[in-house]
């Protein structure tokens, strides 16, 4: 049973800390590898280097929308791709992230959690919720959250 007093902060708890989590990934990408370094590495793993920009904006603009609640189920399933990206690159090398170059659970967890955030809501706190058609139910009532 879902706790329809709690459960909204439990989804802004999940929306801080994936929009957390993508704003700390742009700036390793800008800050710590940089974007020359970062399209380097998109070309040794057969991507194409003008991809380096898109990602890190995304990330860092997508990072700071989810914060602050900012059409946090679009942008959570507009993020997928970049997350599922990362899970093709890191799915070769094992299970456990510690493994030499990351291993694929980390991105395949990050990506069910950008699911679930675009599934169950934006969560308390948004500044700007994600607008979702009603759904015809046995009740007639849209969804909410």
Known sequence: ?????LAPYGLTLLRVSLGVMFLAHAWLKFGVFTMPGFTAFLGQIGLPGF???????????GGLALILGLY???????LLPVLLGALMVHAGNGWVFNAPNGGWEYPAFLALAALVQALAGDGALALRATPVPAMGGRDGLAATA
């Open 1 to 5: 049973m879902i706790d329809p007093r």
């Open 51 to 61: 991809l380096a920009w898109p990602i890190m904006l995304a990330e860092a603009l």
């Open 72 to 78: 946090s189920r679009a942008v959570s399933l507009a």
